[in-house]
């Protein structure tokens, strides 16, 4: 099974508007949760990360993040988004089948319209 | 500080050669990582290397091999390529595995004919 899902491929918002990227998750025991972006022809950069304490993360660029257990989600938000935030999102799990490595979804392009 | 670099950039191989792909970082830290990309599946882990000595497979191992060469430098090789290995590879490293941030390289693209 899965260990991470992103249920959109792609997500448009237009500028100034709210943005949510969706991030699912299903391991056991307590979840360790990440948020990558990548743009184009770059490597990954680390957005923010929840491993223990308060539910709502806040990260790099404005972005922040809730993690809800009940829900088994860890959606990624920014209250106004940016053209410049146009980009590919990768949420990110710890899966203890592979040691203490993480995996990761499939990615979201977040596309932001002027 | 370069962070983490990769080399090459770019690669053709046809099916049949061998090659390797190297990568190093310059922030100490103990744990690196070898990932490959494909549309539509995000990343997937190779192999890892928690800390200098150490090796292990992650989600994808088939094909390739690593040497952990020192706590910097971690390579990938093909020892025989195969159309399916046509993907852009990116080398991550982290302070330590499971809760830090891993830090990643530009990448390498290549293609298998």
């Known amino acids: 099974a899965q260990s991470v899902a992103q249920p959109e491929d792609q997500v448009n918002v237009a500028e100034g508007n709210p943005l949510t990227v969706k991030c699912t998750y299903s391991v056991s025991g307590n979840p360790y949760l990440f948020w990558y972006v990548q743009y184009p022809n770059r490597g990954l950069q680390f957005l923010l990360k929840?491993?223990?304490?308060?539910?709502l993360v806040k990260g790099s660029y404005g972005f922040e993040a809730e993690f809800n257990k009940s829900q088994t989600s860890f959606h990624l938000k920014k209250p106004s988004a940016l053209v410049s935030d146009s980009a590919l999102y990768f949420c990110?799990?710890?899966?203890?089948?592979?040691?203490?490595?993480?995996?990761f979804g499939p990615g979201t392009r977040l596309s932001v319209l002027p | 500080n370069a962070g983490v670099t990769q080399t090459p950039k770019f690669q053709v191989l046809k099916t049949g050669q061998s090659m390797t792909l190297q990568c190093a970082q310059d922030m100490n830290h103990n744990s690196m990582y070898w990932y490959r990309q494909d549309p539509g599946m995000g990343l997937r882990l190779i192999y890892y290397?928690?800390?200098?000595?150490?090796?292990d497979k992650g989600e994808v191992p088939n094909g390739y091999n690593v040497s952990r060469l020192n706590k910097r430098e971690f390579s990938l090789r093909l020892e025989s390529a195969a159309p399916s290995q046509t993907s852009v590879y990116f080398c991550?490293?982290?302070?330590?595995?499971?809760?830090?941030?891993?830090?990643f390289g530009p990448g390498t693209r290549l293609t298998v004919t």
């Open positions: 990110a799990v710890r899966d203890i089948r592979y040691g203490q490595n993480f995996v």
């Open positions: 290397s928690a800390s200098e000595g150490t090796t």
């Open positions: 991550a490293s982290s302070e330590a595995p499971g809760m830090g941030e891993q830090y």
């Open positions: 929840y491993i223990t304490g308060d539910n």
